[in-house]
């Protein structure tokens, strides 16, 4: 499964023999609580999975079992804190920006964050 991970992020395109050999696995993960945080949860499982891909894949696999709750597993009480960090960085690249903008008087913020 991995080769096919590394041709994709190296940007080789995978043949039809090889992605027919690709079997899709359904995995129980927490469920997203709102309408909002659609990008936040499948970065954060993507991120939990990547931390240790062996034993993830094992485990949605089957092939062995994880101790805990699909919450724990999956780290899902961390989603809260991902989601005040990422709110903190966007507002401050916000601020940046408007300032950066105001050095420059032919643009307009409104303009600017078109």
């Not at 992020?9 to 609580?33: C, H, N, S």
């Not at 949605?60 to 709110?87: F, H, K, P, Y």
């Not at 903190?88 to 078109?114: C, G, H, I």
């Amino acid at each position: 499964m991995f080769q096919f991970v590394f041709q994709l992020a190296l940007g080789e395109e995978l043949r039809l023999a090889e992605l027919k050999a690709i079997v899709p696995i359904r995995v129980k993960v927490p469920q997203q609580p709102n309408t909002t945080d659609c990008g936040l949860y499948p970065g954060h499982f993507l991120s939990v999975f990547l931390s240790n891909p062996e034993a993830y894949t094992a485990h949605c696999r089957g092939e062995t079992v994880m101790n805990g709750t699909v919450d724990e597993i999956w780290q899902a009480g961390s989603i809260e804190t991902t989601r005040r960090v990422l709110l903190s960085l966007v507002n401050m690249a916000t601020r940046y920006r408007l300032a950066a903008m105001s050095f420059d008087s032919k643009l307009s913020p409104s303009s600017q964050l078109e």
